[in-house]
């Protein structure tokens, strides 16, 4: 197995992580809830690891993973996401035992819905907003998210995907691994954006739809309330809304872009 290889990509993954515990910074300004510093030290300890790695193992080639170091990238990049995901709980005082960080961590990035989380209204409103980004990263897949940078890191990503992907296929929907992998990143992000227009449409306040909205297309189930979506048990259309997303967000999304470039009947076809 080339380890030089797999430790340069998880490099490049930990830059990427430490650039997205930067997002809920801004929450934190306008909330003023004190945190700004704890994601800061976050953002910076993974970008820092990262970089450490991304240039000691840096190959001046184009390189092709294997399924070998697809599969190695695949289990170290879900541990060290969790590792440093983690960090915001610990540094915020949210989460007192390392364990139950990583805990809530990796729950988060795989979708889990587990919390060792109580009393959630009462958790910093920018950790409950990385709380939620956490599923949202892992209703697509980090790696898929991640394969389609990989080639700016002058590495293949193929062996990556079939590593992580989900589902009985990995049937290339376009040439190039990329491009189906920013075909789903935008299909994606669609979703969310018109999750969160229409959850906010129905008198959820913004920072609830965001939330609500990854853990909606993610099929998470993280929230910001305690009762979560009974939080809302009076407003119908806002259930309404959650449950179409839920069900969308359930449907594999490389089907839905088959349903767009191909012929529909096909994708309709799917055993999915």
């Known amino acids: 197995m080339n380890i030089r290889l797999t430790l340069y990509v998880l490099g490049g993954l930990l830059i990427f992580l430490g650039a997205t515990l930067l997002t809920p910074i801004p929450f934190s300004l306008y909330y003023r809830d ?23 193992f840096r190959s001046p080639n184009r390189q092709e993973a294997t399924l070998r170091e697809g599969f190695a990238i695949v289990t170290f990049a879900w541990m060290g996401f969790a590792l440093f995901g983690g960090l915001p709980y610990l540094l915020s005082g949210t989460l007192q035992h390392p364990v139950d960080a990583f ?18 209204e009462q958790v910093p409103p920018s950790v409950l907003f990385w709380r939620a980004l956490t599923q949202w990263l892992g209703g697509m897949g980090i790696i898929v998210l991640g394969v389609a940078v990989l080639p700016l890191l002058g590495v293949g990503g193929m062996q990556l995907f079939e590593a992580e992907a989900a589902g009985p296929t990995t049937e290339r929907r376009t040439p190039r691994i990329q491009d189906p992998a920013r075909l789903l990143w935008g299909v994606y992000a669609l979703l969310t954006a018109v999750g969160v227009g229409l959850l906010w449409l129905g008198e959820m306040n913004f920072f609830d739809a965001v939330c609500h909205t990854f853990a909606a297309v993610a099929t998470g189930g993280f929230s910001t309330h305690d009762a979560s979506f009974a939080q809302y048990s009076d407003n119908p259309a ?3 809304i959650a449950t179409v997303f839920m069900f969308v967000g359930a449907l594999p999304f490389s089907i839905m872009i088959l349903f767009a470039l191909r012929d529909r009947l096909d994708a309709l076809r799917d055993p999915q």
């Open 34 to 56: 004190g945190q700004f510093l704890c994601f800061l030290a976050s953002a910076a300890a993974s970008s820092l690891v990262g970089a450490i790695l991304f240039r000691r």
């Open 103 to 120: 805990f809530e961590s990796m729950s988060g990035f795989a979708t889990a819905g587990a919390s060792v989380l109580t009393r959630v």
């Open 238 to 240: 806002i259930l309404w």
